[in-house]
């Protein structure tokens, strides 16, 4: 069964950082592309950052120059360097992995609190 577990959201000032995790069991991790999405409260789920397999990045133009996505495949990790923090990224902020040929089924972590004050 596969498996994602965040960790690393919290509360921090505006201007601040954080660095958000994500380890991925039962999957060939090193096959699937991984997402970052993020929801505020009464707002639509959306895509911030990815990550290819052969570490390929995009970014949503609301976060280019102050977030950054990598992976380590051998720890079956993923994070999310969040910088430069501003009141508008304050949402739950999910990971996620993309299906593979292998396996098509996406599958999505429970998620972990960001918030920003100002």
């Known amino acids: 069964q596969v498996q994602l577990v965040e960790s690393g959201g919290g509360l921090v000032q505006a201007g601040g950082s954080l660095r958000l995790s994500c380890t991925v069991s039962?999957?060939?991790?090193?096959?699937?592309?991984m997402n970052w999405y993020r929801q505020a409260p009464g707002k639509e789920r959306e895509l911030v950052a990815r990550?290819?397999?052969?570490?390929?990045?995009n970014y949503a133009d609301s976060v280019k120059g102050r977030f950054t996505i990598s992976r380590d495949n051998a720890k079956n990790t993923v994070w999310l360097q969040v910088d430069s923090l501003k009141p508008e990224d304050t949402a739950v902020y999910y990971c996620?992995?993309?299906?593979?040929?292998?396996?098509?089924?996406?599958?999505w972590g429970q998620g972990t609190q960001v918030t920003v004050s100002s």
């Open positions: 996620n992995a993309a299906g593979t040929l292998l396996d098509p089924r996406a599958y």
């Open positions: 990550i290819l397999s052969g570490g390929m990045t």
């Open positions: 039962g999957s060939i991790f090193k096959l699937n592309t």
